[in-house]
C-alpha cells in the first residue's frame, strides 16, 4: 500500500492499522506499507509506473480521497486482466480482495462488479 497523500500523519496510520484488523472470520491482509515523500500527488499512471509495480495483482493507493473520505476508502488498482481498472475499498475489507487475488482465487473484476454505485467495495451482499 503506497501512501500518496501526506497531509495527515495519523489518518494514515490509523488506515495501515484498519487495513490489516483480523476479520471476524479471522483473515488479515499481509501489506507492504511504503511512506515516501517521494511519492507525494503521484497519479495512478504514475504509480502503476513505478519499479516492481507490475509484480504486483493490484496496487493499493492512499490518496486524498482515501485521507479525507468519512470512510477512508483506499483506492484499489487491478495490475493483471484489466490494468488500471479500480475501485475503493474500506479497509476492514482489504482482507478479502488482498487475499482472494493473491490467492488467485478471485479476479479484481468479481469486487469491482460487487462495489455498490459510489465504487466503494464494502463486502459481498449477504444473499439469503
Known amino acids: 500500500m503506497i501512501r500518496t497523500d501526506f497531509s495527515d500523519d495519523d489518518a494514515w496510520e490509523a ?10 472470520e479471522g483473515f488479515e491482509a499481509h501489506l507492504l506499507f511504503i511512506s515516501d515523500p517521494a511519492f ?14 507490475q509484480h504486483y ?19 484499489a488498482v487491478d495490475m493483471t486482466r484489466e490494468p488500471g481498472r479500480s475501485l475503493r475499498v474500506v479497509p ?3 482482507q478479502s480482495i488482498e487475499n482472494n487475488l ?27
Open 102 to 128: 493473491e490467492i488467485f482465487n478471485m479476479d479484481f473484476s468479481e469486487f469491482a462488479d460487487a462495489a455498490d454505485p459510489d465504487g466503494v467495495f464494502r463486502g459481498f451482499a449477504d444473499i439469503g
Open 15 to 24: 488506515v495501515c492499522a484498519a487495513s490489516v484488523a483480523t476479520s471476524p
Open 92 to 94: 476492514a475489507q482489504m
Open 40 to 53: 507525494a500527488d503521484l497519479t495512478v499512471e504514475q504509480v502503476m509506473a513505478l519499479p516492481g509495480a
Open 57 to 75: 495483482n493490484a496496487l493499493y493507493i492512499v490518496d486524498h480521497d482515501t485521507i479525507s473520505g468519512r470512510e477512508t476508502p483506499i483506492l
